[in-house]
């Protein structure tokens, strides 16, 4: 059974759509690097282009190959900007306590 998804989004963002589903479709299978690299690289402009888009939101909801390239490309200033505060807290919390171990052993 297969299931069909609709989202609205406004023309200007078919580009973006478009280059999301590819990458989704691409990611757990083995393609060429440069390939992949420049799949990404397209992504990552429209990532840019359309920033602070209200259609975005949703758009990377439903695509999480692409969440994950936009969210690197904002983690220079709003770190993991689409996780949850809970996880992003624990996650931070958890490098915190492996980083004093590691240190106290001197490994």
Request: hydrophobic residues 45%; glycine residues 4%.
């Amino acid at each position: 059974m297969s299931s069909v998804i609709k989202l609205a989004l406004p023309s200007e963002l078919l580009s973006l759509v478009r280059l999301a589903h590819l990458l989704q479709a691409v990611e757990h299978r083995s393609v060429d690097p440069h390939q992949y690299r420049l799949l990404v690289e397209k992504l990552s402009a429209e990532l840019r282009q359309h920033q602070g888009h209200e259609a975005l939101g949703p758009l990377l909801d439903h695509f999480p190959a692409a969440a994950e390239v936009y969210e690197n490309l904002q983690y220079a200033h709003a770190g993991l900007c689409r996780a949850p505060l809970e996880a992003s807290l624990q996650s931070e919390l958890a490098a915190r306590e492996l980083l004093a171990r590691v240190s106290r052993t001197g490994a």
